[in-house]
């Protein structure tokens, strides 16, 4: 196995070079170690270097931890997967039933909690498992019923910790280290729920720049998650046989999720089946202000690949793909498809139902076309799809019998499809007020300026399919004079009517 082209690969994922915020890589098997590999610095102000040692928050690459703590208990008979979520939270606001492993697998139809924050107002900086259960257990309504869609959704995870704590008497970090972290030997790796320790060889977090982009927020189970390239062998281990924690529980986080309709997911618990070339493949990226980050394993060759980076420009997900495929001899699908012609035309207006979701394709020069909303561009192909370029090098789209299908490539997510829609109209969006009655928050359009919660403010333009966008979220007048709102990880978000001159409100008494 040449682990020399790890180095060359990193060198080459690094451009912006030694003394900017970088990455730590880990190539393993056997459940250790066979390869490290760093560049850049931990601290931009300090020039502190990275090292196997530096460790990195791994955001949303904690759910299989936090998954396998779930798993746990349920193989105790402590709680039960099929249990109603609100069995242990008997707070929440839920009008319909959610189990816990809807909430594992992203069945659950349950908003995403980054849109509610940004929806309240309510600043990252405070949020605690305890404040943030506060804009959680206001949820009334899933976006869909559950157990009949996937729709990831970070919500399910906090649940989850809250769970760990009710079942248990100890908060998900005390939980995993004592059961988890502990028995695999990783004592250098944990939870972050108090933001405000210090951490020693901590990597700072930067966005593109670089810009300081460290979070405070304390909630976790759906990330916050700490280590280092240094930690992961005993995981991967695990992974491979079982080892130390016990095969029966490694099976049952792989199992994959099944809709009430019989349809498999590729969504386990808390990992993502995927494939590397011809070979099956399993992880999970992870991302948030100012980290990024992919943990890979390839059962067949043995072979896990972790990338942890401190620079949210940065390709994690690339370059473990690039260095799996490489150690192992393997090329993605896309690599052997001739650039050329694509027969199906894909420029137009689109619009997915599931998710509320308008977007529009347009010529972008050069035999490209490019999904406006989202500035991505795409290359012809000869097999008739149309392939990413760029940031968005992992999307494809193509025409099937009409409707438009935008797929993923290093993710075996089921693709979104979407129905040919009206082109956006000329009109400004209608000047109102709306309440939403579960979070109590006001949103305000005047002048094409959308104003909702504390701090939300966004100018708004006509978009396909009779909406407006504002930002990342769709807006909708609906039949009645209702507002919804859309975005990723809910849908349709209603906000009731109000009378003239109602004024905004900011974080409804008691979220904070």
């Not at 998900?172 to 405000?196: H, K, N, W």
């Not at 099956?280 to 690949?305: E, I, K, Q, R």
């Amino acid at each position: 196995m040449d682990l020399e082209l790890v180095e060359r690969a990193v060198a080459d994922f690094t451009p912006d070079g030694p003394d900017a915020p970088g990455l730590a890589v880990g190539v393993y098997s056997g459940g250790r170690a066979l390869h490290t590999a760093a560049t850049g610095v931990a601290t931009v102000e300090f020039g502190v270097p990275i090292d196997a040692r530096t460790r990195f928050d791994i955001a949303s690459a904690s759910k299989q931890f936090t998954a396998a703590c779930v798993l746990m208990l349920a193989h105790e008979g402590k709680l039960s997967l099929d249990d109603d979520i609100r069995k242990h939270v008997p707070e929440l606001a839920l009008e319909s039933a959610v189990t816990i492993g809807q909430c594992l697998n992203h069945t659950g139809g349950l908003p995403e909690w980054y849109a509610l924050q940004a929806i309240t107002g309510v600043p990252l900086q405070v949020l605690t498992e305890q404040r943030l259960m506060k804009i959680i257990s206001r949820i009334r309504r899933t976006t869909f019923e559950p157990g009949t869609a996937f729709s990831y959704s970070n919500t399910g995870y906090v649940l989850a910790a809250v769970v760990v704590r009710r079942v248990t008497g100890k908060s998900l970090a005390e939980f995993a280290a004592e059961r988890v972290f502990g028995p695999l030997g990783m004592d250098d790796t944990g939870y972050r729920d108090d933001a405000s320790v210090p951490l020693p060889r901590m990597a700072f977090g930067y966005a593109a720049g670089p810009v300081r982009a460290d979070t405070e927020e304390g909630a976790v189970g759906d990330g916050g998650l700490v280590t280092s390239v240094s930690q992961l062998a005993p995981w991967f281990g695990f992974l491979a046989d079982g080892r130390v924690l016990g095969m029966r529980l490694r099976d049952a986080l792989l199992e994959r999720g099944v809709l009430a309709d019989g349809t498999v997911l590729s969504y386990a618990y808390g990992i993502f089946h995927w494939k590397v070339g011809e070979l099956d493949a399993f992880g999970h990226t992870g991302g948030m202000h100012g980290y990024v980050s992919n943990l890979l394993y390839l059962p067949g060759p043995d072979l896990g690949v972790a990338v942890l980076t401190n620079q949210s420009a940065l390709d994690p997900v690339g370059l473990s793909r690039r260095v799996a495929l490489e150690l192992t001899g393997q090329r993605e699908d896309s690599e052997d498809v001739a650039r050329g012609q694509a027969p199906a035309p894909v420029v137009g207006h689109w619009y997915e139902e599931a998710t509320d979701t308008p977007i529009t394709v347009a010529e972008a020069g050069e035999g490209r076309v490019a999904i406006v909303q989202q500035e991505a561009e795409f290359a012809p192909g000869a097999d008739g799809r149309w392939y990413g370029v760029g940031e968005a090098r992992t999307t494809w789209l193509a025409v099937e019998d009409g409707t438009l299908i935008v797929g993923s490539t290093p993710r075996d997510e089921p693709p979104m499809t979407f129905t040919p829609c009206r082109a956006p109209g000329e009109d400004r969006a209608p000047d109102g007020a709306w309440l939403s009655d579960e979070y109590d928050v006001l949103a305000v359009l005047k002048d094409g300026r959308f104003t909702v919660g504390l701090t939300l403010a966004l100018d708004t333009e006509p978009a396909p399919a009779g909406a407006w966008r504002a930002g990342p979220f769709t807006l909708r007048l609906e039949a009645g004079g209702d507002l919804t709102i859309s975005g990723e990880g809910f849908r349709r978000m209603r906000f009731t009517a109000q009378p003239e001159g109602a004024t905004p409100v900011g974080i409804p008494p008691g979220l904070v």
